[in-house]
């Protein structure tokens, strides 16, 4: 046998020493704890930042014995976890390596249940050394030869891996930067790549929610049901749009940084970029930052008075996300105060006035709706016996209760607009207000079909709005509505 033969053999037999953050996982174990430990209360902040004072190794050691994440709902890398069931299948040793904490690591490892042994960053006991760069090769060569190895491989993904590869006989790369690889090639020019998937502009506004700018055209409704004309005025609401719209989109980022355990369990959300890891946390808690200082700038040059009001639904939706969304009714009462609050703030950036009307058929209608997605989510537990749907304060057995009451809450905000149609305000804003009675059936209609719908378990878990934009009897509905306001209004 040749040299280089003998050199190759040795290569593919010697012990693999794999990375678990970026690599084994597309996310980070370290980040996951902070998100969780933040969703638990949001003040333990501040407790983070004075752990950062104890050094790497002491703030993972204080971090990971408050709160360690679920191997069970990290995402792996399917390619690369295959590979690793190959290699193993073909009697090769596996170490999980990596400077997470030693705890995660180990029941990561245990997880998958591919690993021989584990090595992590142990400050409890141990000492004291963050497992990166040119610690993890030196503890890896150690750990090698301890076994009786002079040489071993090394799968990993980023510059700090860079040194760890400088040690090993064979590499392996995962996900890691085109950077990263040219350095990587210049001592391993034979090494393995799993290639980085690119993070494209779709999977950015997906992850910001842009589809979902579509719910703050309320903020027009004050203007339209004003009869205001006005250009000025239909352009500071247009700002006041771009204003929520970025709110909600960074608002959503911070959301789902929060649920992800139970978004990854999902049918549907664990699809969804931040719980996939397709964009990091890093990369969101950046973006999601800078969409909130740009929001309320914009918000301030429509009015302070339009800002404080974002401010309110601001603080309202982060609260919605750390705790009133896993209380039962509480939920969807707040879910529908928010669709209001965006129909008040038109009328603040718009000042006109709000009409009381409006206000209460938005309050009854929205309910309605965010009942809606409750029984649709709920719909979607298969075992009646089931406990609380992840994240959420129900259960299945709550689904006719819940029935009754979004079917009511309807009904009443078609009864609102029934009243408001014999109402003084009604008589002063349009020619013939009698006309606007052929809007109360069609409305009627709209709601009873979207709970029908549900019933029948044709909206799977979906936001009815989002349903409502893609479905062409929501679009003839409207423009049934919209027609029967203009008829009503025009004095022929």
Request: aromatic share 8%; charged share 15%.
């Amino acid at each position: 046998m040749t040299p280089a033969a003998t050199l190759t053999r040795t290569a593919d037999t010697c012990p693999l020493y794999v990375d678990l953050d970026g690599t084994l996982t597309p996310s980070d174990t370290l980040y996951e704890s902070v998100m969780l430990f933040i969703r638990r209360n949001p003040l333990n902040l501040l407790r983070l930042l004075g752990w950062l004072l104890l050094g790497k190794a002491g703030f993972k050691l204080q971090l990971a014995n408050a709160v360690r994440p679920d191997p069970t709902r990290l995402p792996y890398h399917e390619r690369f976890v295959q590979y690793l069931r190959e290699e193993r299948a073909r009697g090769r040793s596996l170490v999980l390596a990596s400077a997470a904490d030693a705890r995660i690591v180990r029941e990561v490892a245990a997880h998958l249940k591919l690993f021989d042994d584990t090595l992590g960053t142990n400050a409890q006991g141990g000492d004291g050394v963050n497992l990166s760069r040119g610690n993890k090769r030196d503890a890896i060569n150690a750990h090698a030869l301890a076994r009786g190895h002079t040489t071993w491989a090394y799968a990993g993904n980023s510059a700090d891996d860079i040194a760890v590869w400088q040690g090993s006989t064979q590499a392996v790369a995962v996900n890691a930067p085109a950077g990263v690889v040219a350095e990587l090639q210049k001592v391993h020019p034979q090494a393995r790549v799993f290639d980085r998937e690119p993070l494209r502009l779709k999977t950015v506004l997906r992850a910001i929610r842009l589809k979902q700018w579509s719910k703050n055209a309320l903020l027009f409704l004050p203007l339209l049901a004003a009869h205001s004309l006005d250009p000025q005025h239909w352009l500071t609401v247009a700002l006041a749009f771009v204003a929520f719209g970025l709110c909600a989109s960074a608002t959503y980022l911070f959301n789902d940084l929060l649920d992800l355990p139970n978004d990854r369990v999902h049918r549907l959300k664990r699809h969804r970029p931040l719980a996939s890891a397709a964009i990091s946390i890093p990369l969101a808690v950046v973006l999601g930052s800078v969409m909130l200082v740009l929001a309320f700038v914009l918000a301030w040059a429509v009015s302070p008075a339009f800002a404080a009001m974002l401010l309110v639904y601001t603080v309202t939706t982060l609260a919605y996300s750390l705790v009133l969304k896993r209380l039962a009714l509480i939920d969807v009462l707040v879910l529908s105060g928010l669709y209001t609050l965006r129909i008040a703030a038109g009328a603040v950036a718009a000042q006109v006035m709000l009409s009381n009307w409006l206000a209460a058929i938005s309050i009854f209608l929205f309910l309605s709706l965010a009942l809606v997605k409750r029984c649709a989510e709920l719909e979607e537990l298969d075992d009646e016996r089931s406990l609380l749907a992840p994240g959420r304060g129900y259960q299945p057995r709550d689904l006719s209760s819940l029935r009754a009451m979004g079917m009511a809450s309807g009904f009443l905000a078609v009864m609102v607009l029934a009243l408001y149609i014999d109402s003084q305000n009604s008589q002063m804003l349009y020619a013939h207000p009698q006309w606007l009675w052929a809007a109360a059936p069609v409305l009627l209609l709209w709601i009873m079909r979207i709970w029908l719908k549900t019933g029948r378990r044709e909206l799977h878990g979906e936001d009815p709005l989002q349903f409502a934009l893609k479905d062409p009897f929501s679009w003839l509905t409207l423009l049934a509505m919209g027609g029967i306001g203009i008829a009503a209004t025009l004095p022929l």
